[in-house]
């Protein structure tokens, strides 16, 4: 359902899977989507999709790991659109390797980008939103943030990280009109996680009591309801498009 009034939303790593499938939904919905990603031709291409198919989208690329490029995103973000009034941290990438092969470099960049990249954009945007008095924050986190995941230890780690931000952030941003929370998707079909072995695959998709994994269309309209008006009692929570691997 297309809103009264089309809100400006910032969706970070939106160039493929699951943060391309938020975007489109948001530009669906009738938001003004700003399209980031590492890659630039990748963000323009979801631009293009979102334009051909009646909705708005400008691309923001640069990575979020970096605070300079940070500040960038959201200069263009603000000079083509305004403020965000959604934040939609998404960006991230997925390394399968077992915990005594990792190594610190491995470990840092996979928090950079999942963790301080969150912390780094919500940061860009809240002093903005809190004096509005508005605006929402919706993390992308995953369900091996809850149980964790063999020879992915570094991967779940940052993702629990993201949790914990959002249930305090909530605790002190909501009184203030600003909501956050998170999603923790299970096993996506994404290039993601298709990249992982075929092994981890079968034994994962045993685990589910669904039985299959979900697809990025799927996650995404966990994100619309997130940022409707049908989710404002919704503060700090951790919904789990998850196939069932997690129940709570």
């Given at each position: 359902?297309?809103?009264?009034?089309?809100?400006?939303?910032?969706?970070?790593?939106?160039?493929?899977?699951?943060?391309?499938a938020?975007?489109?939904?948001?530009?669906?919905?009738?938001?003004?989507?700003?399209?980031?990603?590492?890659?630039?031709?990748?963000?323009?291409?979801?631009?293009?999709?979102?334009?051909?198919?009646?909705?708005?989208?400008?691309?923001?690329?640069?990575?979020?790991?970096?605070?300079?490029?940070?500040?960038?995103?959201?200069?263009?973000?603000?000079?083509?659109?305004?403020?965000?009034?959604?934040?939609?941290n998404?960006?991230?990438?997925?390394?399968?390797?077992?915990?005594?092969?990792?190594?610190?470099?491995?470990?840092?960049?996979?928090?950079a980008?999942?963790?301080?990249?969150?912390?780094?954009?919500t940061?860009?945007?809240?002093?903005?939103?809190?004096?509005?008095?508005?605006?929402?924050?919706?993390?992308?986190?995953?369900?091996?943030?809850?149980?964790?995941?063999?020879?992915?230890?570094?991967?779940?780690?940052?993702?629990?990280?993201?949790?914990?931000?959002?249930?305090?952030?909530?605790?002190?941003?909501?009184?203030?009109?600003?909501?956050?929370?998170?999603?923790?998707?299970?096993?996506?079909?994404?290039?993601?996680?298709?990249?992982?072995?075929?092994?981890?695959?079968?034994?994962?998709?045993?685990?589910?009591?669904?039985?299959?994994?979900?697809?990025?269309?799927?996650?995404?309209?966990?994100?619309?309801?997130?940022?409707?008006?049908?989710?404002?009692?919704y503060?700090?929570?951790?919904?789990g498009?998850?196939?069932?691997?997690?129940?709570?």
């Amino acid at each position: 359902m297309t809103p009264e009034r089309s809100r400006v939303a910032l969706v970070t790593g939106a160039g493929s899977g699951i943060g391309r499938a938020i975007a489109e939904k948001l530009a669906k919905d009738g938001e003004q989507v700003a399209v980031n990603d590492l890659n630039s031709e990748t963000a323009d291409e979801v631009v293009i999709r979102i334009k051909e198919s009646g909705g708005r989208a400008a691309a923001a690329p640069g990575d979020v790991s970096d605070a300079e490029a940070v500040e960038q995103i959201m200069t263009a973000v603000r000079e083509t659109y305004g403020s965000p009034e959604i934040l939609v941290n998404n960006a991230g990438f997925l390394q399968q390797k077992r915990f005594v092969d990792l190594t610190v470099e491995d470990f840092d960049r996979m928090i950079a980008v999942h963790l301080r990249g969150t912390f780094l954009c919500t940061r860009a945007v809240l002093p903005e939103m809190l004096s509005r008095g508005s605006g929402i924050v919706v993390n992308v986190a995953s369900q091996l943030g809850q149980i964790g995941g063999i020879e992915l230890c570094h991967y779940s780690a940052a993702k629990a990280g993201i949790i914990g931000l959002t249930k305090s952030l909530a605790r002190e941003a909501s009184a203030q009109g600003v909501r956050v929370n998170a999603v923790a998707p299970g096993p996506i079909n994404t290039e993601l996680i298709l990249g992982l072995s075929e092994e981890w695959q079968r034994a994962k998709a045993a685990e589910l009591p669904l039985g299959r994994f979900g697809e990025p269309e799927e996650v995404a309209k966990t994100v619309a309801f997130l940022v409707s008006d049908g989710a404002t009692l919704y503060v700090g929570q951790t919904l789990g498009p998850n196939s069932g691997d997690v129940m709570l």
